[in-house]
């Protein structure tokens, strides 16, 4: 099975900051990288696909990147809306694998 | 609207077992992969299950095999995990997904998910 690992596992962030959390993969994935959004008591939300594809509908301060082995998800102005649980997970192969989970906080 | 809702969730005692559905609307059901997941309380996300349009391809994880069976009913737009020998292990929200396919291949998956149910907590305790 494939690895993913997210750094950090949470973050303590201002409204406005720019954030960037980080997702290795045990093996190249090429770009077969997808993040979700969770928040407490939902269902996870599509956020990018394919490393750096923008899901329909989010925002355009979400922002992935990375082939191989390691990914980045950036947030470039921090909203409100966007305290969450990030999720990273590899699409390259079944069983498909998720990473621990990135928390962002509000300072 | 695209929409996938879980049902049957509860309290079962270890080596019980336990059916939940995921209705669905919104979509072509039966043009669509479907797969389960499951959180434990606090925890990451964990793959459980896929099922394809036709219900001819099914793949579980090692730590299901054997206990669940993963179905589904194209006439009612229905999708269900039959879970048996359940251990506390398996104590979790359920989820079902939608993989969103592909638009060259419409009979295959892409593991990526673009609508999830709100979820079905399973809870399993003596």
């Known amino acids: 099975d494939i690895q993913m690992t997210q750094s950090p596992s949470s973050l303590s962030a201002s409204v406005g900051d720019r954030v960037t959390i980080t997702c290795r993969a045990s093996q190249n994935i090429n770009t077969y990288l997808t993040w979700y959004q969770q928040t407490p008591g939902r269902a996870p939300n599509l956020l990018i696909y394919?490393?750096?594809t923008l899901q329909g509908g989010v925002p355009s301060r979400f922002r992935g990147s990375g082939s191989g082995t390691e990914f980045t998800l950036t947030i470039s102005s921090l909203q409100p809306e966007d305290f969450s649980t990030y999720f990273c997970q590899q699409s390259y192969s079944v069983p498909w694998t998720f990473g621990q989970g990135t928390k962002v906080e509000i300072k | 609207q695209l929409q996938l809702v879980e049902s049957g969730g509860g309290l079962v005692k270890p080596g019980g077992s336990l059916t939940l559905s995921c209705a669905a609307s919104?979509?072509?059901?039966?043009?669509?992969?479907i797969n389960w997941f499951r959180q434990a309380p606090g925890k990451g996300l964990e793959w459980v299950s896929y099922?394809?349009?036709?219900?001819?391809?099914?793949y579980y994880a090692d730590s299901v095999k054997g206990r669940f069976t993963t179905s589904r009913d194209n006439a009612k737009n229905s999708l269900f995990l039959q879970m048996n020998s359940l251990r506390a292990e398996d104590t979790a929200v359920y989820f079902c997904a939608r993989d969103r396919g592909s638009t060259n291949c419409p009979d295959c998956f892409s593991g990526v998910f673009d609508s999830w149910g709100q979820g079905t907590m399973v809870t399993v305790s003596s």
């Open positions: 099922i394809n349009g036709v219900g001819s391809v099914i």
């Open positions: 919104g979509f072509t059901f039966s043009d669509f992969y």
């Open positions: 394919a490393a750096s």
